[in-house]
Every structure is written in structure tokens, then in C-alpha cells.
């Protein structure tokens, strides 16, 4: 699913070249996060990956309290999907590591079509309808002949210096 996400590639293109940054010394973790079963394990393995004041660079798909409904569609999506996390985990965990030096939110959007086909898209499908009407206008839903075609997910850019 997170292979068809191209914005965030876009947008640390642009950090990087802004600030003549070398991409040769960057970490770089790209959606990685929502898979693993401890996130405080492998945030530290990526930063002791990284040099001394090296940036670390984490591109996550993030959740409200509002759209955290979405943790339980997508384990009927994909059973490898452990949770997708709020901004605030995520800092609270690489303070330790790290500085914050930027942070960049933005909507991804899914087609619906463009899923693998490998994935339970089926239970995905009814687990998304299933959900509250104001969860599904936070998450942007978008319908063609009363079929569900989109959904937008919250993403999030996180540019960190090693400690």
C-alpha cells in the first residue's frame, strides 16, 4: 500500500536540498513503523544506525484519537499491521536519541483499486463502512456509485539530528 506514496519523497528532496545536506550520512525509515511489534526496539536500532549528528529521517503514517479507528481496518487489511501511531509516541520515544528539527504533516490518498491484490481488500472494504460517519469525513472517504474508491491518511515527515 505504502509503495504508491510518492509526496513524502518529494518533500525531504526539498528539506535536503534547502539545507545542502549530503544524502550519503542520512538513516532513512519509510513506513515501517505500523509493522513492527516493538517500536521502541527498532527506533533504536535506526538511530544507532545513524552517525553523530546525522540526520534520521522517518516518513510514518500518524493517527488522531478521531481517526485511530483506522488501526482495526487496516489489520483486516494487511495481518503484518501491528498499529499505526500518534505523533506524540513517536516524539516521546526519539527524544531520547534525538532533536526534532522539522515536522510536516500531509494527506496521502488511497485507491482503493491500487491495493495489492495479495491483501484481505474485502474485509478491509466492509471494516471501513462499518465505521462512524464522522470518522469516515475525517478520513476523507470518497465514494463512485456507491462504491468506496479513496481514503485519505494522515502522514507525517520527521527530521531528526542524532544526539
Do not use: W
Not at 11 to 38: G, Q, W
Not at 131 to 153: A, C, G, H, R, V
Request: proline share 2%.
Amino acid at each position: 500500500m505504502y509503495n504508491n506514496f510518492k509526496k513524502d519523497e518529494k518533500m525531504v528532496s526539498h528539506y535536503l536540498e534547502m539545507r545542502k545536506i549530503d544524502r550519503k550520512n542520512i538513516v532513512y525509515s519509510k513506513y515501517e513503523l505500523y509493522n513492527k511489534e516493538n517500536m521502541k526496539e527498532y527506533l533504536e536500532s535506526l538511530f544507532q544506525k545513524a552517525a553523530k549528528s546525522a540526520p534520521v529521517v522517518i516518513t510514518e503514517s500518524i493517527v488522531y484519537e478521531e481517526d485511530a479507528y483506522l488501526n482495526t481496518s487496516l489489520s483486516e487489511l494487511n495481518k503484518n499491521h501491528m498499529r499505526i501511531y500518534t505523533i506524540n509516541e513517536i516524539l516521546d520515544i526519539t527524544k531520547e536519541y534525538a532533536e526534532l528539527h522539522y515536522f510536516l504533516q500531509f494527506k496521502e490518498e488511497i485507491e482503493i483499486n491500487n491495493l495489492p491484490e495479495n491483501l484481505e481488500k474485502d474485509k478491509f472494504i466492509l471494516s471501513l463502512n462499518n465505521l462512524p460517519e464522522n470518522i469516515k469525513d475525517k478520513l476523507d472517504f470518497k465514494y463512485e456509485n456507491n462504491q468506496l474508491k479513496t481514503i485519505s491518511i494522515n502522514c507525517g515527515i520527521f527530521i531528526f539530528s542524532k544526539n
